[in-house]
């Protein structure tokens, strides 16, 4: 099952289309933040912050389903290999 979410989730991360829209809405998110509201609209810029925290989260979430995955596998084979050589 691991394995199975890490491979979905190295198809999504490839993606050209997440990456595309990862990177559109950072950049959304960080102009709005840095050159669209002003020091008196913290609760605005508060959101925003969140808002690109989020978008990061996300890709962070599915790198650990990828690395999660890569980790059964190699276990796994491990587990395979042992398997083998009782045998012989």
Do not use: C, P
């Not at 190295?10 to 020091?39: H, M, R």
């Amino acid at each position: 099952m691991e394995i199975n979410r890490s491979n979905e989730a190295k198809q999504i991360l490839e993606s050209k289309l997440f990456q595309e829209s990862i990177e559109a809405l950072k950049k959304i998110y960080s102009e709005a933040l840095l050159e669209k509201t002003g020091a008196k609209e913290s609760d605005t810029r508060e959101k925003l912050w969140i808002a690109y925290n989020v978008v990061g989260k996300v890709e962070q979430h599915l790198q650990s389903i990828l690395e999660t995955g890569k980790l059964a596998e190699k276990q796994l084979e491990i587990f395979r290999k042992q398997q083998q050589e009782k045998k012989f």
